[in-house]
């Protein structure tokens, strides 16, 4: 580990200037997981979902964040809170999945929370010495929504999160989405390789290889624009001219299924753009649809993967809506399905004792960026 930890720290020290990955070994360490929990999970902002899937008064959603259960709730008053899932008496999860309460109550001995994550009842308990019903109550976790997408901050300590996005705010206004709602999500379940395996593989260059019967076609690797701030990376992967369609409003857009929203900027209609939030959350952007990607560690070299389709409001209102919806999702599982291959042949092959820090090519500044990003996150204080 020490060793490990001296290579990040020379990687941290020289920007990463010489193109090059982690060193094999970061991929599947348990100690420099363990690390990586602390300095980068907990301190950092973790998208946990969108602000519209608890519209209303008692919709909830729970989600495990690196071993911790929380539950997102709309409270009586219309706030959106995070709390533990972790119930006060026996640490047992008091909200499974998502759905609508009136309260919230644990499974395994009843105890009820109000919306607000205050304790109402708790049988028998009224005997027991020290116990305060009036002063129990599930823990609220730090949070902020950006663009309806909702973040966790765990250590509570983290620099406001909205601020550090505001290049990218600017740059993707015109699609407006706040008011874009999720429209399915698919459960891919667990994994086996690690979150910067698969944060590696936001690259485009690999539609050369693993996408070239699908993103290669229509969006050339060559072309693709990246550009990385210390928060979030961006890239741009215009159309080829032949993948176009022309809509009605007589403009060219890259290839959808849905009607794509007006107003927006030629390269916006005319490309994909993904937008990482570091350090382990993306969205692929389109004119007409989006998707969320949520790369959950669940430990060194396992991740949990949850996608959602989100889309603009004009998308909903069609009357083939769950025919376009389904070509979406089959798309995606499609390419997905391209990417679980590589993702597994890279973690497999990071074990191997021929493997080394390996060289990048200039179409992957991401992985530089995520490179220096986490060895400095474990190396350094990074405020
Ligand atoms: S663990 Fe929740 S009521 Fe006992
Ligand atoms: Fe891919």
Avoid at 248 to 275: C, H, K, M, V
Wanted: with cysteine; aromatic share 10%; hydrophobic share 40%.
């Amino acid at each position: 580990m020490d060793e490990l930890l001296n290579i990040l720290s020379g990687i941290a020290d020289d920007g990463n200037q010489s193109w090059r990955t982690l060193p094999p070994a970061a991929y599947h360490s348990d100690a420099l997981f363990e690390l990586e929990r602390e300095r980068i999970f907990n301190a950092g902002w973790i998208c946990i979902g969108r602000a519209d899937q608890v519209t209303d008064c008692g919709d909830y959603l729970s989600i495990d964040v690196v071993g911790e259960p929380l539950v997102m709730v709309r409270d009586k008053e219309g706030v959106l809170r995070v709390f533990s899932n972790v119930c006060r008496h026996r640490w047992m999860r008091v909200c499974q999945g998502a759905g609508n309460a009136g309260s919230l109550v644990c499974p395994y001995h009843a105890w009820t929370y109000n919306l607000d994550g205050s304790l109402r009842a708790a049988p028998e308990m009224d005997q027991t010495p020290d116990f305060d019903i009036g002063t129990t109550s599930l823990p609220q976790v730090h949070h902020e929504v950006w663009e309806g997408f909702v973040y966790v901050n765990l250590d509570g300590n983290a620099k406001p999160l909205t601020p550090q996005l505001q290049s990218i705010t600017t740059r993707i206004s015109e699609y407006k989405l706040d008011q874009w709602r999720v429209a399915a999500t698919v459960d891919c379940g667990e994994y086996p390789w690690d979150w910067k395996v698969m944060q590696d593989n936001g690259e485009c260059y690999h539609h050369y290889g693993a996408h070239s019967e699908t993103f290669q076609i229509d969006y050339p690797a060559r072309d693709v624009i990246t550009e990385c701030d210390d928060a979030w990376i961006l890239q741009v992967a215009p159309s080829s001219k032949s993948s176009r369609r022309i809509g009605d409003d007589g403009l060219e857009y890259s290839p959808g299924n849905f009607e794509p929203g007006s107003g927006l900027a030629d390269w916006q209609r005319t490309s994909f753009t993904l937008i990482y939030v570091l350090p382990n959350f993306f969205i692929y952007l389109q004119a007409d649809m989006g998707m969320n990607l949520r790369m959950l560690p669940l430990g060194a070299g396992r991740i949990h993967l949850l996608a959602d389709v989100i889309l603009p409001p004009q998308a909903f209102m069609v009357s083939d809506f769950e025919q376009r919806l389904s070509t979406c999702v089959e798309f995606f599982k499609r390419f997905n399905e391209e990417d679980v291959a590589v993702n597994i042949g890279v973690q497999d092959g990071s074990h191997s004792k021929f493997a080394g820090s390996a060289p990048l090519s200039h179409l992957e500044a991401h992985n530089r960026h995520i490179a220096w990003w986490v060895a400095s996150r474990l190396t350094k204080q990074v405020t």
